[in-house]
T-cell receptor, first 112, second 115 residues
Framework: QKEVEQNSGPLSVPEGAIASLNCTYS??????FFWYRQYSGKSPELIMS????GDKEDGRFTAQLNKASQYVSLLIRDSQPSDSATYLC????????????FGQGTILTVHP | DAGITQSPRHKVTETGTPVTLRCHQT?????MYWYRQDPGHGLRLIHY???????DKGEVSDGYSVSRSKTEDFLLTLESATSSQTSVYFC??????????????FGPGTRLTVL
């Protein structure tokens, strides 16, 4: 059974701070890693994908991947109240069709 | 939104009745997926399709069937709805030509309540 675990929330940070979201996965053959943002009552929105060890930056978002430790994280710099949402970690294995296994999500609240 | 629509967006039904949810996409994407989302469980894959008439089961397929007779439509049927199938259902697509193939994009969702 492939498992994806996210740090339990909710996570609350002040505006302007760095929010750190963490995710571990059990399947060592996993190849692709994604972070989705989901606002309440809305569908998940892809914000980051990462495929190689190291960091990937996109604006205020940085994804970090360590395959040896089976760990992927998302950093949000200069957090804004509009970043308040549930963040979902998703992992795809080495098989075809891109089936994703999701973590349970971490609720982030950014307070002014 | 990757050209994905879901219908209906909300539905209330009674235990034991059949229900069909529709996912429609306009951009000829090859792979389509049905997920359900429940508190504390994240998103869980129900069924997926890798082409017309090509479908397979996900991790929570019991009580559900799917059909894909056209590229653009992927139907999810609850053969006899139960209260445990009360959930929010999301359709998703991916395509090797869209991104790196594994990136999935979601439709707006259907909120289903089974009384």
């Amino acid at each position: 059974q492939k498992e994806v675990e996210q740090n339990s929330g909710p996570l609350s940070v002040p505006e302007g701070a760095i929010a750190s979201l963490n995710c571990t996965y059990s399947d060592r053959v996993s190849q692709s890693f994604f972070w989705y943002r989901q606002y309440s009552g809305k569908s998940p929105e892809l914000i980051m994908s990462i495929y190689s060890n190291g960091d990937k930056e996109d604006g205020r978002f940085t994804a970090q991947l360590n395959k040896a430790s089976q760990y992927v994280s998302l950093l949000i710099r200069d957090s804004q109240p509009s970043d308040s949402a549930t963040y979902l970690c998703a992992v795809a294995g080495g098989t075809s069709y891109g089936k994703l296994t999701f973590g349970q999500g971490t609720i982030l609240t950014v307070h002014p | 939104d990757a050209g994905i629509t879901q219908s209906p967006r909300h539905k209330v039904t009674e235990t034991g009745t059949p229900v069909t949810l529709r996912c429609h996409q306009t951009e000829n994407h090859r792979y389509m997926y049905w997920y359900r989302q429940d508190p504390g469980h994240g998103l869980r894959l129900i069924h997926y399709s890798y082409g017309v008439k090509d479908t397979d089961k996900g991790e929570v397929s019991d009580g559900y069937s799917v059909s894909r007779s056209k590229t653009e439509d992927f139907l999810l049927t609850l053969e006899s709805a139960t209260s445990s199938q009360t959930s929010v259902y999301f359709c998703a697509i991916t395509d090797p030509g869209l991104a790196r193939g594994n990136e999935q994009f979601f439709g707006p969702g259907t909120r289903l309540t089974v009384l």
